[in-house]
């Protein structure tokens, strides 16, 4: 057995004490290791297939989970198709030349470098919600702001007042803006030299 295929090989003493009543093509030898062979490959197959799902960027972590789950499931129950050794040798054989363990290693990488990306994604989506969320927050509170802050502040310091109340309502609305936007910077400044 190699990585480009599998050969067994029979003497004819071998097929004569193997089989009591022999098939002219001796089908009987042939099917059992067809079958071993055929899972194998599909165990191949499906490493194969998993590792594939972990390199691509648009994967659903869902569909990598599930594949993930039935390859558990298949190598399971690699192990416990014979209460004899032979099988279990095979198989174990099978998994050395095929390089399963590399194969397992990669994939194992690539799940956690998904996973890292991931949680980077959503740790960006709760900044920007978070930053959402206080503009919305900040311009929800700017007519309070103009009217319980700016006005009476304006009155204390002696300031001329514009004459008429839109007009002092605008002008106090300004005011309260430019001092949300300025908070607004800072902290995104604040912020932005904190992250790595």
Known sequence: MNKAGFLWVWSRDG?????????V?????IYDKQIQVEFVEYLHAAHRQL????FEHDARIGDIVTKHEG???????????????????????AERVL???????????????????????????VR??????A???????????????VVPVWKLTGWPMPSTHELRALSSFVIALG???????????IARSRTP
């Open 15 to 23: 097929l004569r004490k193997e089989v009591q009543t022999p098939n």
């Open 99 to 125: 390089e399963l363990d590399r194969l397992r290693s990669r994939i194992r990488r690539n799940l956690e470098l998904k996973n890292l990306a991931l949680g980077e994604a959503q740790q960006g989506a």
């Open 135 to 149: 503009l919305i927050i900040g311009l929800a509170s700017l007519p309070n702001l103009a009217g319980f802050v």
């Open 71 to 93: 390859l558990g499931i298949l190598e399971e129950s690699v192990f416990e198709t014979s209460h004899s050794g032979e099988l279990t040798d095979f198989f174990r054989y």
């Open 128 to 133: 920007r919600f978070g930053w959402l969320l």
């Open 25 to 29: 093509n001796f089908a009987q030898q």
């Open 51 to 54: 590792e594939e799902a972990s």
């Open 179 to 189: 001092f949300v936007a300025t908070l607004g910077l800072f902290a995104w400044i």
